[in-house]
């Protein structure tokens, strides 16, 4: 129980490892509720929140956690903390693949109008399902934020950074855009992805169905795609190009499947990154330009690493890692380099 006692602290103060996230979702897909584990639950409640919550019930913190809202407003400083209110928010979240997200509702006023948003957080090594307010859905992928207007039916729109996949539902009246730091995806109804780190020099497109339009930060049309057709926009240089694509493979990300095509190990090494929480480091640019391809589907790290290394002229080691002042742990770090002595067998 020490440990779950811990576990929970960390997670509430937001400094949970992948061990105490697993450890704290396994005790809340438990059919009868351990009342060791509400108690602690009980107890860590009670230290971010003013709030009570009557009856206290396994669920009921769990539903309030989940659709924590903060909402601030213009000009006064003030933040009102609202719980238990996830139907007000205009979106139902489902999560089953995480549980360390935060939801927050933002509200400005002027003279003229009051605008409300909310915002979708995805930690680093996890995904997370959503369901947008027009009855839309999409999953996103690690370390994303998906933003959008409350009164959102009548006004389809949603900010991406990071990664995420939609599958949105057909209105003629109203389109659904994707806005990213470079493009806007137009559609009425259809199923694709959009990438678009802000860290990564690349921003991608993939259409599995249906039929998208993309627009540069000009508002200017430069694609129209088709069903397994994938847009690419080279930040840098503002070069854009479109290619025909396995849409299937490639969306596959939201069933706990990594799959990679012809990909730079240094482009491999990004996704690995975020889709484990872990640092990768690149010793060789030799090995920074080799491709690569290969599937993996809900493998640890170490059976991806492993089973890279079988295939691929490389070899890794991982740092011991170190303890940081405030107690924690650095985070887990891999070193990659190039096998000169296997080079040939490739």
Request: proline share 3%; aromatic share 12%; charged share 30%.
């Amino acid at each position: 129980m020490e440990n779950l006692k811990k576990a929970l602290k960390n997670f509430f103060r937001g400094k949970y490892s992948r061990e105490e996230y697993f450890s704290i979702q396994n005790e809340f897909d438990k059919e009868q509720a351990d009342e060791d584990f509400l108690f602690e639950l009980e107890q860590q409640w009670d230290a971010i929140t003013d709030e009570p919550v009557e009856g206290f019930h396994k669920q009921t913190i769990w539903n309030s956690v989940s659709s924590k809202l903060e909402f601030r407003q213009s000009g006064t400083g003030k933040t009102v903390h609202f719980f238990a209110l996830l139907q007000r928010a205009a979106a139902i979240l489902f999560i089953p693949l995480a549980i360390g997200f935060l939801i927050y509702f933002y509200a400005t006023n002027s003279t003229e109008q009051e605008a409300a948003w909310a915002e979708i957080i995805c930690p680093p090594g996890v995904r997370t399902q959503f369901h947008l307010p027009d009855g839309s859905t999409g999953v996103l992928n690690s370390e994303s934020t998906l933003k959008y207007a409350v009164n959102f039916n009548s006004n389809r729109i949603v900010h991406l950074q990071g990664e995420a996949y939609f599958e949105v539902v057909k209105d003629k009246k109203h389109p659904f855009d994707v806005v990213t730091g470079a493009i806007t995806v137009q559609v009425l109804g259809t199923s694709f992805s959009v990438l678009a780190y802000p860290d990564q020099d690349r921003e991608k497109v993939v259409l599995k169905t249906g039929s998208v339009r993309v627009l540069d930060d000009n508002n200017q049309a430069v694609a129209s795609l088709l069903p397994d057709q994938q847009f690419v926009l080279e930040k840098t240089e503002r070069k854009y190009f479109t290619e025909r694509v396995n849409a299937a493979a490639l969306v596959s990300w939201i069933d706990g499947k990594l799959v990679i095509q012809n990909e730079r190990f240094e482009d491999l090494a990004v996704r690995l990154s975020r889709w484990y929480h872990v640092e990768i480091e690149i010793k060789d640019q030799k090995l920074k330009d080799y491709k690569y391809y290969g599937t993996f589907e809900n493998e640890s790290l170490d059976d991806v690493l492993r089973l890279i290394a079988l295939t691929a002229p490389i070899k890794y080691k991982e740092v011991d890692r170190k303890k940081l002042a405030d107690g924690t742990f650095s985070n887990r770090k891999i070193v990659l380099e190039i096998d000169e002595r296997r080079m040939s067998d490739f």
